[in-house]
């Protein structure tokens, strides 16, 4: 399983130009987005809702892979450096 922010990488990011394009049609910055698709975040609830107002699928979706993600690595004993933003 990967994270479900590759995910974006993987299917979202190809259909902008830039980090940056993303970056504005999420509504957040460019360094957030780099973060993002680079799976240092998490997926967040904004994150989600921008996505599927954006075309990609649905919000609750996305926010179960990042659950679903979360969890499995928890269960691993693996601590993210970064949870939704955060610096944990």
Do not use: C
Request: hydrophobic share 45%; proline share 6%; glycine share 8%.
């Amino acid at each position: 399983m990967k994270p479900p922010s590759l995910l974006i990488a993987e299917r979202v990011l190809p259909d902008f130009e830039t980090v940056t394009a993303l970056a504005e049609a999420l509504g957040i910055n460019r360094v957030s987005a780099s973060n993002l698709v680079n799976g240092r975040y998490g997926i967040s609830p904004r994150i989600a809702l921008a996505l599927e107002r954006m075309g990609y699928g649905d919000a609750r979706q996305w926010m179960f892979w990042q659950a679903d993600w979360d969890l499995e690595q928890e269960r691993a004993g693996i601590k993210p450096k970064h949870y939704r933003g955060m610096t944990l």
